[in-house]
């Protein structure tokens, strides 16, 4: 009696075993963290990703592109999603750990810079950009004495953003944002603040302003007596690809990851499947930019050397 | 007609049969049975720990914030906390360059910058300003409300009322700040330009909007506590008032109210200090912008806001990181303070009264 339960219960230990061992094998997972404005974009990505190789599951988790990096130093992803170049203070911290990083570029980003719809600013240049962030002009007369003499209502990113940074760096080429600035913690938020006040400027990811019917993009031009760039196509509800992808665009990001030169196999195939054809029409489909064509041969020399 | 209480029935006052005050004395002295007390001893011991647990972790916050809070001291000049210097750039609209003019004194609370700005006076002027327009709100709303409740509603009204307000205490701030956000900041912002106020009411989301979402939070505070203190005046006073030939109006407004006076203080003190430390319903609604515009429909940011929104980016031991600390720990000491005040007002309200 006692012998035939003590067998009952091996036997089912036992079969325990088979049915979870395998299934712990197969199920590979691969944990993202990073950058929110790429969030939606690797959510996706992870989505189809998932569909087409059943076993693997990744977890996407925001933050920004600061917080990714860091988990990818301290060990806590496999990848890093982030909307700017890592900092060289962060590759030097990352080798004083004993990790070397690979830079893998999926798409590109043009950061769109917009004003209410009813506003009658059509176009800015970087410096004019960069006078309203750094607080150096409080009212749209002091860019063109034909613009309405109101209060400028500026609104940006929260310092934990990438987007932040990289606006900081290349629209304000390391000045200080001003005071007086809203700081908002999604990019989402700054596209409906913007539509929804006549004196609001924000910038972003181009993706969130085309949605909102509200805020309008305006063309922005490297500096004076150069021309002005729209990044969207006409009507503004789509992005322009190619402006941005041949540069002429003047505030545009690569959108990137970062791994771990020892990153788990499951996490290069994903990254290398971003760059298939079938990728790109995720890139697409939430209105980034594809990598146009060169970039992509280029990838492939770099990864075949 | 007799005024005399009628005597208790029966023995009129006297303890009861057989429990004169010798042998209760006597059951006393001999002392409960051993395993009672044991059980009285266990329960008053737990009680204790439960008490001392509170008191501890008082004052290890305490201790904590103002460890990590004075090292932001010794990383920055104590001046640095009010201004800090920045250089000047100006817009040439003529040449669409930016021209650097020298340097000046700048109150800028802008921590991720190099070196980090950390004057706090935006974020006091942002916590303040939100606080004293929230007590103003809330303080008018509420004082009439409070003196409704405890003076002009029938009991009916009241039994459905106050537990109404109660409810909207126990509200998640989170959810008052989204109903904001959502439903009332845009349509002020377009009435406000409708009526022609765009130069006055600039931000669609500012201290005014922020404020008077915190009001929703303290107007039951205020009201339920003033209701207290003014159920607490004894009724002689209402009596002789209105015996006097006052109307209701005339015994609350000059009578009750100034009777409860320091209930009603200590009411608008405590929702004073819970505007300071509210925290969700600015963050969304105050427009986030640690800024000192002396206009109440511009966007600011405050202490409570800037330490939820930036504890996560300020790296570990940094002056940022240090001078979030500073500024709760300066944000713990104002609370605390607001409270004794209060506590001192109704402790001699208590004596007046004689409660």
Known sequence: MFRSALVLILAVLGLLATTTMPAQESSTRINVSGSDTMNLLTQRFAEAYQAANPGVEISVRGGGSGVGINDLMEGLVDIAQSSRSMKPEEIERMKAGGKEVEEHIVGLDGLAVAVHVSSPVQELSLNQIKAIYTGSVQRWSQLNPEWPDERIIVYSRESNSGTYDFFKEHVLRGADFGNGISYLAATAAIANSVGDNRNAIGFGGIAYFVRVPNARIVAVSAGRGQAAVLPVEEGGTHPKYSVIQDGSYPISRPLQYYTTTTASPAAKAFLAWMKTPEGQKIVEQIEYIPLGDSALAGEKNDSSE | ?355
């Open chain 2, 1 to 355: 007609m007799s005024l005399r209480i009628p005597p208790a029935a029966g023995n009129g006052g006297a303890p009861p049969p057989g429990l004169n005050a010798t042998r209760l004395r006597e059951r006393l002295r001999r002392g409960v049975s051993p395993f009672r007390r044991f059980r009285e001893k266990t329960v008053e011991g737990m009680l204790l720990v439960c008490g001392v647990i509170s008191t501890v972790a008082i004052v290890l916050i305490f201790f904590f914030l103002f460890k990590e809070g004075i090292k932001a001291a010794s990383m920055v000049e104590l001046d640095e906390f009010l201004y800090s210097t920045v250089s000047v750039l100006e817009y040439d609209i003529e040449l669409d360059e930016m021209v650097n003019k020298g340097e000046k004194t700048d109150i800028v609370w802008q921590p991720a910058s190099d070196p980090p700005r950390v004057s706090i006076v935006p974020l006091l002027w942002g916590s303040f300003g939100i606080a004293f327009l929230t007590a103003i709100i809330s303080t008018l709303a509420g004082v009439a409300a409070g003196t409704y409740l405890s003076e002009m509603a029938t009991k009916r009204t009241r039994d459905i009322v106050k537990p109404m307000l109660e409810l909207l205490v126990g509200i998640p701030t989170v959810v008052i700040g989204f109903f904001m956000l959502a439903v009332i900041a845009l349509p002020l912002y377009r009435f406000a330009v409708s009526i022609g106020l765009e130069k006055i009411y600039i931000d669609t989301y500012n201290m005014f909007v922020g404020s008077v979402g915190v009001s929703i939070v303290i107007i039951p505070v205020i009201a339920s506590l003033v209701d207290d203190a003014l159920r607490s005046v004894p009724d002689d006073l209402r009596a002789a008032s209105l015996s006097l030939g006052a109307t209701r109006w005339q015994t609350s407004w000059r009578v009750v109210l100034p009777a409860g006076i320091s209930g009603v203080f200590a009411a608008i003190i405590l929702g004073f200090g819970r505007a300071i430390g509210e925290t969700m319903i600015v963050l969304m609604c105050a427009g986030n912008a640690p800024q000192l515009v002396a206009n109440p429909f511009a966007a600011v940011r405050t202490m409570t806001a800037s330490i939820a929104a930036e504890m996560g980016t300020a790296g570990q031991g940094t002056i940022w990181y240090q001078s979030l600390f500073f500024v709760g720990a300066l944000l713990v000491t104002l609370t605390f303070v607001l409270n004794l005040i209060v506590e001192l007002i109704v402790n001699r309200y208590r004596k007046k009264i004689r409660l």
